[in-house]
């Protein structure tokens, strides 16, 4: 058609795009300005290129104490993500840092790694020379058992499993020391050392440095001030070292040129300084678990803790009421759901009501509800298993958790394979020993002794939590945590939701894909 023949078109019509979709990575943006640059995608017909051009750190701070802080807009906060390392800390530090519905990361695995040389976290016993050196008396016999449990239990094994022709006598050896390990780190205390790597959004770092800074443990209160200023201060540069010798080669040859380049290569980020400058204790948090642990000793009254299976699936046609006060109750005590359960059930409505508004209580402004709001899932299991496994099972997070405190009064598991070893006699002296110091520990009555006295608790040590989930959740835990290359601790809780959901939901069983655990496995599959 000749180009006189095309027909205007109407100013009044939108202008029709030439090409075609357009999809680019965004690398070197520091996490605050690229929040920022997301942002205003709301706000403004720039592309990302554009606005990224045009934004400066100054200009990103101006927008978010604007709209982040006045307004509230805290989803502007989920759009800039951050890494960091997190080194030498305890166990019990790590369990309670990851405690996050939205995490991501990895930590030093106690099935793959030797934590003989790994260390510990000395907690501050206020000048008592007693204590702490039944406290070092106690850690360094389970860092000792451990070692012999593992070394032991390796040679125990190769004399069980030979090895196949077609397996290089490196993997041979790696697998089975997994395997002892799997068994060995039962010993391991919640104060030895471990580390890990974190990638979360700034929404997320700023409710868990709260979250940190308002906890009962010394040493956790410390590593909320630390991720504070880790965010605030200068990050660490992975090509650092390299850009600083760029700068002085530049230099060398040219000195303003290097000036110039200097600026840009020796340059600091800040990783979210505006974000986090106003995280601190979450005084909603820590009034409400002082309220609720009260109630929760008044209801009880010293009950005795009632023995319950491994697995509860404690579904039922119970109130949203029901739950929510049970659900608060639980996590401020040691008791069993079930067992709580009855006491709120025996309840009048107003007291009932009661226990519900302690958890809205000290509710700020800003303060989301606590997780044990999270109510209504269709299934709830109460697990009660090793601390080891118990930190495998923590890791999904699409179900709710609420955990129970570390405590010594469910007692501990004895690992499988240590009585063919000849080590269940070795095993249970070593534990039982660091149980009966950590009450002995625990008995000074201030609560900085009870807080002390956990980090002698080794991993075989029993812990209480209330996993809610749909079915779909039901069905990945159990089918991923069954399968044969995983620890026997955890596939066993596995098989067991299975169970408990083929029991009470019989036509639902064909659904899922699990593993039977009382099967044979063969240990050289990892």
Known sequence: MPETDVMPVSSSAPEQSQNQTEVFAVHGADPEVLAYAMAKYSRSSLSMRDSLKEISSQRAEQFLNTFYFQYGHRSIADLAHL???????SLLAAIVLVDEQRWDGQERSTRYQNFRKSGWYMPDFGGDARTEAL????????FGAYHEIAERMLESLKAQVARPAEMKAEAYERTLRARAFDVARYLLPLAANTSLGQIVNARTLETQISRLLSSEYGEIRQLGEKLRAAASGAAWNVHGEELEKLAEEIAA??????ERAAAVLRREVRTAPTLVKYAAPNEYEMATR???????AELMDGEAIETAPAVDLVEGDEPLEVELATTLLYGACHYPYRQVRRHVE????ARRDEIIALGTRHRGKHDELLREFASGKALKFDILMDIGGFRDMHRHRRCVQVLQGFTGMHGWETPEGLAEAGLERRYEEAIGAAHAASVELGRGGAPEAAESARY???????????????FAEAVYISELRSQPQGHFSYRRIAWEMYEAVRRQHPSLARYFRVTDVREPVDLLKR
């Open 456 to 470: 002698l608790l080794p991993l075989g040590t029993r812990t209480r939590a209330l996993f809610k989930m749909d």
């Open 253 to 258: 040859v040219d000195p303003a040129v290097g």
């Open 83 to 89: 890494a960091f390392a997190i080194e030498r800390l």
């Open 346 to 349: 025996g309840m009048t409505e």
């Open 290 to 296: 002082r309220e609720l642990r009260q109630a929760a």
């Open 135 to 142: 406290f070092r008396e106690r850690v360094e016999a389970l």
